[in-house]
Every structure is written in structure tokens, then in C-alpha cells.
């Protein structure tokens, strides 16, 4: 499992020593994500719904930067996951990591950014991000279209649909 190592005043639950990392800055944050995001094959960086956001061949999402997203005091990414990691995330570790508004209930995991991080794991949970998004990709290409789309892009234009 992921664990984030974070400024505490108290011990860790482990009972292990806590390692103090600086808070990271805004700027830094998304620097530090760009160079991670942008080294996996056909990513792109543009903004999207007011975020800059990182995508797999320029259409779809896996992971979006959030600094203080509509006033929740967060810095934090957006990333798509695996099924059943949200979840066990959440619950192992709720002070580092939640349920994002709009794209949770798909499964997408918010992690906060500024609590200290581990850049490592960061940069593991964008590859795992990138990787579920690819895979769904190639799993939708090897589809058939739905009955419906098929007809409406054969239909002529005196069909009915």
C-alpha cells in the first residue's frame, strides 16, 4: 500500500519516525507533475474545466491539478484509479487522500499535495493513473460501436432513428 510521509506533531501510527518534508508551493507542485505526466507516451498538457490537466492522446484524463478547487483549501491531484484502490486509500488514510467531487464516483482518487508527500508515490499514482486510463482505451477499441451509435452514423437523411 501507498503511504505518504507527512509534517505531524505527533508520531506516526507505526510508531516509526516521521521525516519532516517543506510544504510544497503551487508552482513547484505542477512543475514537479508536468515532468512526471509528460514522460509517459502520448501525454499532453491543457486546462479543463479551469485546471491544467494531464491526457493520454490529447482526449482522455488522468490526472488533474487542483489548487484550492472552488474554496476547498486543497492542493491536491485528481487521478484516475484502478477499482477498489479509491476505497482502500481513503479509508487507510483520509487525511492525505478523499473522494473528489464530479469524477469520484467513477473511481478517481484525489490526493492532497499539501500535507508533505512522497514524490515517489506521487509519481506512482499518476503512472498506475495513466496506465488505468490506456487500458481502458485499448479495451474500447477492440468494442464493437453500440447498435445505436452504428445507426446513427449510417443513417441517411430520411431514416428514422
Known sequence: MLRFVWQSARAPRDGTAC???RRVSPAAAL????KVCLSFEDASLRPSHGAPTFFVRGKHAFVMFLDNHHGDGRLAIWCAAA???QGALVDAEPEHYFVPPYVGPSGWL???????VDWKQVAELCEQ???ERTAKLKKAKGKRPSESAHRRSNA???AEI
Open 83 to 85: 477499482p477498489g484502490i
Open 156 to 158: 441517411g437523411p430520411d
Open 19 to 21: 521525516a519532516t518534508i
Open 31 to 34: 512543475a514537479r507533475l508536468r
Open 129 to 131: 493513473a495513466y496506465l
Open 110 to 116: 484525489g490526493v492532497r499535495l499539501d500535507r508533505g
